[in-house]
Each structure stands twice: as C-alpha cells, then as structure tokens.
C-alpha cells in the first residue's frame, strides 16, 4: 500500500492508473476507520481494480462547538487496517493540503439541506460537498462508495454529482452493525458503557418502525410513534429527530411506503448518533457483526 500527503503526488498515481488501464475505486473517511469503513473498502475492491481510501478529519464540516478537536484519530491504526484490508493507496492530505487558504467558492446543498441534520448542523453539507467535490477532482475515481448510514449525505452527493454532470459511478453501501444492532460508527468511541447500553436502543426503535410499517401502518405518524415509544424510556437519550421522509428528496414522506427513510438523530449523553432503515427492505439487508 502507498500514501500520499500531496495533491500532487496522489494526481500521479491516479495517472499511472489511467495507463495501465485500471479502474479506480475511492472510499472517502475521517479515519478512525472500523468495519463499516473497511465494507466500504471491500465493495471498491469488487467493482474496481485499485482503491484509494482518504483520510481526513475536514475542518469545513464542522460547526463551532463541534467535535473536529477531539475527533478520533489514530493514523497507525488506519494504516494497518487499510494496509491489511487491501487498500492501494491511503491518501491522508493535511488540512494546509486541502484548504491553503480558506475557501471562497460555497456550495449549497439545496432543499435537500432543508431537512433532518440540515437545520442542526448549520454548514454542515456545505462543508462535506466542498470537500467530496475536491476529493473527487483530485483522485478522479471511476466509483467513489458512500454508506447508507449516512443517508442524507449519500442522497445530498447523489444529486450533486448529478446536477453536476460529475464522471463518477457512486455506490451506496448497507449498514454495518453491532451485534446489537447499533451501527458502526467513530463517534461511538465517545460513549461510556451505560451510554453505550442506551444507545442500542436507537436501532430496537427502528426496528419496532419497521414492524409497524410490516404490520400495516401506512400514515407516518403511526410509524414514527412505535420508534418513539421504543426510546421514551432511555434517561440518557435525547431524541433531535425521528422522521419517515421521501427517498429522493428527503422530504416528509406523505403515506409510508416501501423505499420511504425511516431517520433518527439522537444525543446520548453528549455524542450525537444517526441511524436510518430504508423500509421495505428488512434489516437483513444490513450487515451485523458478530457478538
Ligand atoms: P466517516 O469517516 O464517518 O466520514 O465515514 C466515511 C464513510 O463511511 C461514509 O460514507 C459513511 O457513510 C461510511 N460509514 C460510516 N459508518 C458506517 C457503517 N456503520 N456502515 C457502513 N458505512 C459506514
């Protein structure tokens, strides 16, 4: 595996890609990579020939008061786990790298940043579509993967690289979960073990959605009232939002229907936590570690 830390450098090997006539796979992350990182690394390496796998903690995402100081980090780490999972190339650019100076050019995620975490996290989508679009013009992969459990991301990317005419295949990849239930995720290391307990409550609630929905409910109120019930009883939780919304353009969904998002952003303690079932599908279409 290689790395690079320069713009420059990680051009010239996308080039001798390009000559030898491989196709590149990216996976972008902020590192502190765990099993949902490393899924993502084994669908790039399904459907391309090279993977590239950036790490890197973007200041641009994050709003004052946030975690960006204290975000985990652990290169080393990284290294092996990427190294070992067959990773190509680690791309791990410094934040000098990426933004000499700070960016001028602002890039709005639309209506699709009107809902869920886009009023909470102010900036927030602005930020992770500055930095993707860079990302992307710098690696010039021919796929770039994305999880599903950050929905409102994929979907927002999605329609960038659309509206943008981007020449990049992007692929949205399942969930990978706890054996409880809880998804994989860096923050999830910020949380004590009674917080740890109460968050796997967080999937139990979109699970009890989801047997709503399979047991007939159809008006996103009844939906979201079984997710609610499942989480009244957690001290330690404070629920930001729990909403059934459209696939497409994330807005509430009218009638609950198959392919509708059933969301959930909550605080434990004090890490903010995300989850999301796609409806229809069963959970069987996540992927869940063993105990
Ligand atoms: P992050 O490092 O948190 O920015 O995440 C990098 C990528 O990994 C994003 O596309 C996330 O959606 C994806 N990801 C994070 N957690 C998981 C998970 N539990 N399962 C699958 N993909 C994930």
């Not at 204290?70 to 990284?78: I, Q, S, T």
């Not at 998002?261 to 303690?269: S, T």
Request: glycine share 8%; charged share 25%.
């Amino acid at each position: 595996m290689i790395q690079h830390a320069t713009i420059s450098d990680m051009r010239r090997w996308r080039e001798e890609q390009r000559h030898a006539g491989r196709r590149v796979g990216f996976v972008p992350t902020m590192g502190h990579l765990h099993e949902g990182h490393l899924s993502l690394v084994d669908r790039s390496r399904d459907l391309a020939d090279a993977t590239v796998l950036s790490v890197f903690v973007n200041p641009t995402q994050f709003g004052p008061g946030e975690d960006f100081d204290r975000y985990p980090r652990d290169l080393e780490r990284d290294r092996g786990l990427a190294e070992r999972r067959g990773v190509d190339c680690l791309f791990v650019p410094s934040v000098s790298e990426m933004y000499p100076r700070a960016a001028s050019v602002a890039l709005d995620p639309g209506s699709l940043g009107a809902h869920l975490c886009g009023p909470l996290r102010p900036g927030h989508f602005a930020g992770v579509m500055l930095v993707v679009l860079k990302l992307l013009h710098i690696v010039e992969p021919d796929i770039a993967v994305f999880g599903r459990k950050d929905a409102q991301q994929a979907i927002i990317l999605g329609r960038m690289v659309d509206d943008l005419n981007l020449e990049v295949q992007l692929d949205v990849a399942p969930t990978v979960r706890e054996s409880d239930g809880l998804a994989l995720s860096s923050r999830n290391a910020y949380l004590t073990p009674d917080e740890r307990r109460a968050a796997a409550a967080i999937p139990r609630a979109l699970d009890a959605g989801h047997r709503a929905y399979r047991e007939g409910a159809t008006e996103p109120e009844t939906v979201v009232a079984a997710v609610r019930r499942e989480l009244e009883n957690e001290q330690l939780m404070r629920v930001e939002y729990i909403d059934a919304v459209d696939p497409e353009t994330l807005a509430p969904a009218r009638r609950v229907q198959d392919r509708t998002v059933l969301v959930l952003a909550a605080r434990v303690g004090a890490t903010r936590l995300i989850d999301n079932v796609v409806l229809g599908e069963g959970t069987a279409s996540d992927v869940f570690l063993d105990g």
